[in-house]
T-cell receptor, first 112, second 112 residues
Framework: EDQVTQSPEALRLQEGESSSLNCSYT??????LFWYRQDPGKGPEFLFT???AGEEKEKERLKATLTKKESFLHITAPKPEDSATYLC?????????????FGQGTTLQVKP | NAGVTQTPKFQVLKTGQSMTLQCAQD?????MYWYRQDPGMGLRLIYY???????DKGEVPNGYNVSRLNKREFSLRLESAAPSQTSVYFC???????????FGDGTRLSIL
């Protein structure tokens, strides 16, 4: 069964304190791994797609990496506006439906 | 630049009542999806439409029906609402099933 586990559940950082969020997955043939950001009262906002082990993508202070078993979202020198819940989702190779399996998210709080 | 628009934003129903959640996208996407988000459960797929004219069940379809009205619109209907359907409902769309999904801001539904 396809499964996604994110850790930690919650993370508090001081502004400028870099850290990483983890997304571990089991899936039969990874078709894609997706990172989203969700602000309170809003829908998930797409950040990155990773397709194969070794792939990396960057956007401002965020960098996503992928191995065969997990993905990391590295946050460098975070700012308070980076506070949000970060969601990881996978699409398995058996899916030609677009079905995503989501983790439960990591809630990040960055204090000034 | 609306993206995915969901109506209503909030709704309170009594057990047994019916209602339809509306979703429209203006990105000319082929695929559309309905998810529910519950605390501790993450986002779960209810129904999806890979292309205009097709719909299929996701992970948690019981108690729901959908209609892909045209390429832009995808509605979700609760025929006889139950308290277990209290949730936040998100609609999403993607250009193709293997492309990133873009979400609306959700409908917060409470069933008493």
């Amino acid at each position: 069964e396809d499964q996604v586990t994110q850790s930690p559940e919650a993370l508090r950082l001081q502004e400028g304190e870099s850290s990483s969020l983890n997304c571990s997955y089991t899936v039969s043939g990874l078709r894609g791994l997706f990172w989203y950001r969700q602000d309170p009262g809003k829908g998930p906002e797409f950040l990155f797609t990773l397709y194969s082990a070794g792939e990396e993508k960057e956007k401002e202070r965020l960098k996503a990496t992928l191995t065969k078993k997990e993905s990391f979202l590295h946050i460098t020198a975070p700012k308070p506006e980076d506070s949000a819940t970060y969601l990881c989702a996978v699409q398995g190779g058996s899916s030609n439906t677009g079905k995503l399996i989501f983790g439960q998210g990591t809630t990040l709080q960055v204090k000034p | 630049n609306a993206g995915v628009t969901q109506t209503p934003k909030f709704q309170v129903l009594k057990t047994g009542q019916s209602m339809t959640l509306q979703c429209a996208q203006d990105m000319n996407h082929n695929s559309m999806y309905w998810y529910r988000q519950d605390p501790g459960m993450g986002l779960r797929l209810i129904y999806y439409s890979a292309s205009e004219g097709t719909t299929d069940k996701g992970e948690v379809p019981n108690g729901y029906n959908v209609s892909r009205l045209n390429k832009r619109e995808f509605s979700l209907r609760l025929e006889s609402a139950a308290p277990s359907q209290t949730s936040v409902y998100f609609c999403a769309s993607s250009e193709r099933f293997d492309q990133p999904q873009h979400f609306g801001d959700g409908t917060r539904l409470s069933i008493l």
